[in-house]
């Protein structure tokens, strides 16, 4: 893989090639400021001050007695001033005009990724926002988006950077009726299109079983037709969604290996194709038995991780001595 195929996956770089294909979305630069934030994991979690006085969180309950306990009292020893939240005045402006133009919603991704790991902080449990303040906080609580920030290129064989020279923000329209069953993603390799893929494996969806062959038609048609004339690597992958009314959109590209997740195939299986003769292999989940639970990715992965030495197993081993200590306490006879 080489930097320039990299490069080409950023929407800002596609989408102007593919908007009357894809879903709607404005991009904007972000200041360097706001990457440092972004990037920013040695001091406190602030969010940024908005100007609108808006709230990531609407709905909590306002407590200054908890306040109170992150002020530092006179004469404590700490003589540190307090840190002030940052503030991006001008770049929440461009954003809240962006969000109403496209009808209210939005959900964020930057360059190459969206901080799909941080929906579980979101007051609705996706990735859905409304406000700066609710991208910000979605953006600064993700784990994933380091690989933007720091990693892109680290599987580049022609490596000379670690990360791009500007970053963007990209905001892509909600759509509330979303099928999540109707994403796939697909597999190029030598500009044919080799594997199709159900996007959403944690779930068996019974009409994906009725609708295959016909799915398989529309996305194959939609790529000799579009994608492969217009996009000039040898080797990638495309997410699409095919709407209700049987049009595909584009969604997002990805490079060949490397971060991109193969979901129901292996790169090595992926790696031996095409060959002469081969047709296109085209994998969903075919009953609730064959779910990967494992690929959900709107949740930290700790959350998912209960290996030796992870966050779940050192909770358990946790959980368990304070139950023996509990057991073996005078009072647990009482």
Known sequence: MKEEDVNRCQIQEWYPRFKLVSTRTFIHELPESFVQYLLDDLGPFLLPVSISNEDAFPNRIHNPEEEEDYQVSEGSGDEAEPLSPPSFPELELKIKESIETLGGAIFPKLNWSAPKD???????????????????????????????????????????????????????????????????????????????????????????????????????????????????????????????????????????????????????????????????????????????????????YDYLDVSAGSGWDQFLRNAGEELQRQTKSPEAGA
């Open 118 to 300: 941080s929906a579980w902080i979101s007051t609705s449990g996706t990735l859905r926002c409304t406000t700066f303040s609710e991208i910000a906080l979605l953006l600064r609580s993700s784990d994933s988006l380091i690989h933007d920030l720091c990693h892109a290129y680290d599987s580049c064989s022609d490596k000379t950077m670690s990360r791009p020279p500007n970053f963007f923000l990209a905001l892509r329209k909600w759509y509330p009726s979303f099928q999540p069953e109707m994403e796939f993603r697909c597999f190029v390799r030598d500009q044919k299109l080799v594997g199709i893929s159900q996007r959403e494996v944690t779930t068996f969806y019974p009409v994906l079983c009725e609708k295959k062959n016909d799915l398989e038609v529309l996305i194959e048609e939609f790529f000799n037709g579009i994608v492969r004339l217009k996009f000039e690597s040898n080797d990638y992958t495309f997410d699409v969604y095919v709407t209700q009314d049987e049009r595909v959109k584009v969604l997002d590209f990805n490079p060949w290996g490397a971060f991109t997740l193969p979901l129901l195939f292996t790169w090595e299986e992926l790696e031996q194709k095409p060959r002469e003769g081969d047709d296109l292999d085209f994998r969903i989940v075919e009953s609730r038995c064959a779910v990967q639970p494992g690929l959900k990715t709107a949740v930290p």
